[in-house]
Nanobody, 115 residues
């Protein structure tokens, strides 16, 4: 089992920044990838950034150049640095881990960008 806890969401003005954190615990070996998703009302959950184990981080086109995902293996934590935020970035941001064919989700953290 893998447990994920996100934090760092909040209310920010357009152009502002936030840094989200996702702390992982439980059985962490053999995690294939970590990822950040977001969901807005009425829309499907969409991929924001994916960090494959040992691979290059991939980003959604809508956040490329503004968001940076990173991981600190010593703390079992992944981060999402979000700069130049826009109102359309508003949503609930979820952390996802994939391990041995199973997918684990955190509870999500709300990000609201005011215009």
């Amino acid at each position: 089992q893998v447990q994920l806890v996100e934090s760092g969401g909040g209310l920010v003005q357009t152009g502002g920044s936030l840094r989200l954190s996702c702390a992982a615990s439980g059985t962490l070996f053999s995690i294939n990838s970590m990822a950040w998703y977001r969901q807005t009302p009425g829309k499907e959950r969409e991929l924001v950034a994916e960090l494959p184990a040992g691979g290059r981080t991939n980003y959604a086109d809508s956040v490329l150049g503004r968001f940076t995902a990173s991981r600190d293996n010593s703390k079992n934590t992944v981060y999402l640095q979000m700069n130049s935020l826009k109102p359309e970035d508003t949503g609930v941001y979820y952390c996802r881990a994939t391990r041995m064919g199973r997918i684990y989700w955190g509870q999500g953290t709300q990000v609201t960008v005011s215009s």
